[in-house]
Every structure is written in structure tokens, then in C-alpha cells.
């Protein structure tokens, strides 16, 4: 199901979809009182919408596919040229799984949507996993190898800086990792925010060049606004879904890749 006032825009979406899923049925509509109608009529496997709707938003529709039955755990996305700045402003509810910014274009967006349809493996790319716990990031890391990255597990802040060290100034470009994945809190001296304002401040290593997605249990607002300000891509909160973790980790080797 595919949300939004500009029937353009529904166009483009749909457009994405069908191009991943030639088979699927895209239901469009132009608002909450048409996606309610929708819902009635039966099931639906994914939903995006809009953030602002003619006759509501984007949360309030969440909510709706929520209640409805047997909508429990179907992927709402927010597609929006703003869903950036409401990340970081934690507007998000828990009810919205996942978001992506219009600014990156439609190629990202085929990419994004390819992610929770039918996810393919990066092949070889690797991940810097920061995680002091063993227990964790045995879990952790299986999620991610059966994708089939390739993960060097560190236990501190510490050791993640001296991997990345080795690296610097490398003529082929080379930085050390695809992708770093580190908890925000650990039991060394310093911290995952400390690893992100390294990469970002020390290294000077921008969002596509080291991508870094963050996870934490902690779910005070401001310190997760905090990180996305600072550099984080994005967060996945603690207790890690299997298929969140995975579709946002895949999504952010992709992006890099486009440069």
C-alpha cells in the first residue's frame, strides 16, 4: 500500500515497486481516510506514506495499520523529503519501522525498498563490529554473516581505532571497513559516541566514505537525536531485530556505494 496526496509521487513508488515485485498488487491512496478503506478490504505486506497527509500523517496512519487485524508487524515506511530532521528530532513513533529521505534520489529508494522485499547479500563487504559483550555479539554477528559480510568483532573503542589506524593514507582508497556497527555504550574509557566523533572529527570520514549505524537500548530522545546530529546514518535499537538490523546495514553498504 502506497500513501501519499501527490498521485505523482504514488506513481513513482508504485513504479519502484513493480519493478522489484512484476507480480505484486500496489493499492494507492491519497490519504488516511482512503488507507483505512483499504486496510478494511484486506491484508497488505508493506506500507509506505507520506510524513504530512491532506487528511492526517504519516504516524497516525501507522497507528491505524497496527490495529488493524493481522497488521501487526507489516514494515511501515516513511518516504519524505523531511524524514531526515524528524529522525533526528525522534518524531518517529515505534510504530514506524523504517524511513527514507526523498533527498537521496530513486535509485537509493530502489535500493531501500529491494532491502525489505527480498534482501540481497553485499558480498565481502565488511563490518567493524564494536560490542563488549560476547554474548551479543556472537548473536550479532551470525545475523550478519548469514548475509554473507565478512565481520572483524572488536571488543572496545579502543581497539576499532588501532584497526582503522593501519589504514590511513592507504593509495587505493582502502579505509579498513565497509560499514562500523558499534553499541553506544561500552565498559571501556570511551564510548561508541566517542568512535563516531573520531571517524567523523579525526579521520574526516563522511557518511558514504565510513558508513556507522549505532546501536542502543537507551531511549531517551536527545541522546539518540544526539548521534544522528553528530554523524550516526542511522540507529537500531536494542533488543536487534534480526531483519531491522540486516535491512538497515544492507541499505547503508548500498548507499555508499553509489558514491
Do not use: W
Not at 86 to 96: G, K, S, W
Request: negative net charge; aromatic residues 4%.
Amino acid at each position: 500500500m502506497v500513501v501519499d496526496g501527490s498521485k505523482l509521487v504514488r506513481r513513482l513508488i508504485s513504479d519502484t515497486l513493480l519493478k522489484e515485485l512484476p507480480n505484486a498488487q500496489v493499492v494507492g491512496c491519497g490519504g488516511l481516510a482512503e488507507a483505512r478503506a483499504a486496510l478494511a478490504d484486506g491484508s497488505v505486506d508493506l506500507v509506505t506514506t507520506a510524513l504530512v497527509l491532506p487528511d492526517g500523517d504519516g504516524l497516525a496512519l501507522a497507528k491505524v495499520v497496527r490495529d488493524a487485524t493481522g497488521q501487526a508487524y507489516v514494515p511501515v515506511i516513511v518516504i519524505s523529503g523531511n524524514a531526515q530532521e524528524a529522525l533526528e528530532t525522534r518524531v518517529f513513533t515505534e510504530d514506524i519501522t523504517d524511513y527514507f529521505d526523498k533527498s537521496l534520489g530513486q535509485a537509493a529508494l530502489a535500493a531501500f525498498i529491494r532491502g525489505y522485499i527480498h534482501p540481497a547479500p553485499v558480498e565481502g563487504a565488511r563490518v567493524l563490529y564494536v560490542e563488549d559483550s560476547k554474548v551479543v555479539a556472537v548473536a550479532t554477528r551470525r545475523m550478519l554473516e548469514r548475509q554473507g559480510m565478512q565481520v572483524l568483532h572488536v571488543l572496545s573503542v579502543e581497539d576499532a581505532l588501532e584497526h582503522l589506524h593501519k589504514f590511513i593514507g592507504r593509495s587505493d582508497g582502502d579505509v579498513g571497513a565497509d560499514l562500523v556497527l558499534s553499541d553506544v555504550y561500552l565498559k571501556g574509557i570511551l564510548s561508541g559516541r566517542d568512535l563516531l566523533n573520531q571517524i567523523r572529527s579525526a579521520f574526516h570520514y563522511g557518511k558514504r566514505k565510513l558508513p556507522m549505524v549505532m546501536m542502543t537500548g537507551d531511549e531517551n530522545h536527545e541522546n539518540q537525536s544526539t548521534l544522528l546530529r553528530e554523524g550516526a546514518n542511522d540507529l537500531v535499537l536494542k533488543p536487534i531485530e534480526e531483519r531491522l538490523l540486516v535491512t538497515k546495514v544492507l541499505f547503508q553498504l548500498r548507499l555508499a556505494k553509489m558514491g
